[in-house]
């Protein structure tokens, strides 16, 4: 089995992967809505997330809003927001991209493209978008699908 990627490859969709791409100087975005799922006591929170690149495909930043617990959810603030942080990208194209596992911890969360390696021998590495887990890549790294 192969090792940790460098890069993974991730193609436009039009479910979670409906807005990555390029912005017109090449940094590579990821824009998203990560969820906190709700489990016993804790019940849960959505988020809106612009995960932002160089060229090479590292991560140089990230934006993350709360949202709260879904039960209460303001779906027009959220919408609202997401459109703003994908605007405030200018002109963009949606195509697929390349880009490095990473992880960031914002509100008591880890939060990116986080690298889970093999828990048997005969297990493989994966990369999961998290919180929420929605978005599972396996090798080959360069295929550009996930599991959900």
């Keep these: 089995m192969g090792g940790r990627p ?4 991730i193609d436009h969709d039009d479910y979670h992967a409906e807005h990555i791409g390029c912005t017109r100087d090449g940094r590579r975005f990821i824009l998203t809505n990560p969820f906190d799922p709700a489990i016993g006591n ?4 959505e988020f809106v997330a612009l995960y932002i690149f160089d ?7 990230a934006k993350i ?3 709260g617990p879904r039960s209460g959810l303001d779906e027009d603030a959220r919408s609202s927001l997401y459109e703003e942080r994908l605007t405030s990208l200018g002109d963009v194209s949606i195509e697929r991209i390349e880009v490095a596992p990473f992880a960031v911890e914002r509100f008591d969360l880890e939060f ?6 093999p828990q048997e021998d005969d297990d493989a590495w994966a990369v999961e978008m998290q919180p929420g ?16």
């Excluded at 060229?55 to 930043?61: C, E, F, P, T, Y």
């Excluded at 990116?112 to 390696?117: C, D, Q, S």
């Design 6 to 9: 460098k890069l993974i490859a």
């Design 42 to 45: 804790n019940p849960g929170c």
């Design 55 to 61: 060229k090479a495909g590292q991560l140089i930043d």
């Design 65 to 67: 809003d709360s949202f």
């Design 112 to 117: 990116g493209l986080i690298a889970r390696p």
């Design 133 to 148: 887990n929605y978005m599972a890549f396996f090798e080959p790294w360069d295929s550009g699908e996930y599991d959900t």
